[in-house]
């Protein structure tokens, strides 16, 4: 009977460490998963940035156009009078 005990006791022993080492292995792979989502998110969020950037510029543009096709032709009938 104490045999089987000690035989017992380190099947568990043993299923205990190899839980654990299972454990530790999905804990690495989750990390690594979650450190690699952060850096596509940065890249995606750099990317919308720019976007942005770009989106601001265009009626800043248009609106300088404008201003100055007024200012011309505000000129233009001022000395052509």
């Known amino acids: 009977m104490e045999w089987l005990n000690q035989v017992d006791l380190a099947f568990r022993s043993e299923l205990r460490d ?3 080492f299972g454990l530790q ?8 998963r979650f450190a690699e989502l952060r850096a596509e998110q940065k890249d995606d969020i750099r990317s919308l940035q720019i976007s942005l950037r770009d ?4 009626p800043i543009k248009w609106m ?14 001022r000395f052509l009078k």
């Open 18 to 20: 190899a839980h654990e």
């Open 64 to 77: 300088f156009l404008f201003w100055v096709g007024t200012v011309g032709l505000t000129l233009a009938t």
């Open 25 to 32: 292995r999905l804990e690495a792979k989750v990390d690594q």
């Open 55 to 58: 989106l601001r510029a265009e």
